[in-house]
Nanobody
Framework: QVQLVESGGGLVQAGGSLRLSCAAS????????MGWFRQAPGKEREFVAA????????AYADSVKGRFTISRDNAKNTVYLQMNSLKPEDAAVYSC??????????????????WGQGTQVTVSS
């Protein structure tokens, strides 16, 4: 069992930055693929970013590429999402998730086994 707790969300003006954190429990955190997803009101959950166990492989949705950076600190059992140049369309509930079945399929929310409760990001124009 893995428990995830996100933090760092809030209200920011367009063009601003936020850093989300996701703290995980569990001794095998370092072996998991970690992902960030987001869901805006009335929209489906969408993939944002993913990182493999070592941090050597990362992937991003086209909509955030060049603006968001995913990273992890396995010593702290924490994954981060640095979000820069935020746009109003980035507003959503952001959730981190654990994928314990390898890198393949990292864009699919159905491939993730454990989820955090989410943190709200609001971007004012």
């Amino acid at each position: 069992q893995v428990q995830l707790v996100e933090s760092g969300g809030g209200l920011v003006q367009a063009g601003g930055s936020l850093r989300l954190s996701c703290a995980a429990s569990g001794r095998t955190f370092s072996s998991y693929v970690m992902g960030w997803f987001r869901q805006a009101p009335g929209k489906e959950r969408e993939f944002v970013a993913a990182i493999n166990w070592s941090g050597g492989s990362t992937a991003y949705a086209d909509s955030v590429k060049g603006r968001f950076t995913i990273s992890r600190d396995n010593a702290k059992n924490t994954v981060y999402l640095q979000m820069n140049s935020l746009k109003p369309e980035d507003a959503a509930v952001y959730s981190c998730a654990v994928k314990n079945s390898g890198w393949y399929g990292y864009r699919l929310s159905s491939a993730y086994a454990y989820w955090g409760q989410g943190t709200q990001v609001t971007v004012s124009s």
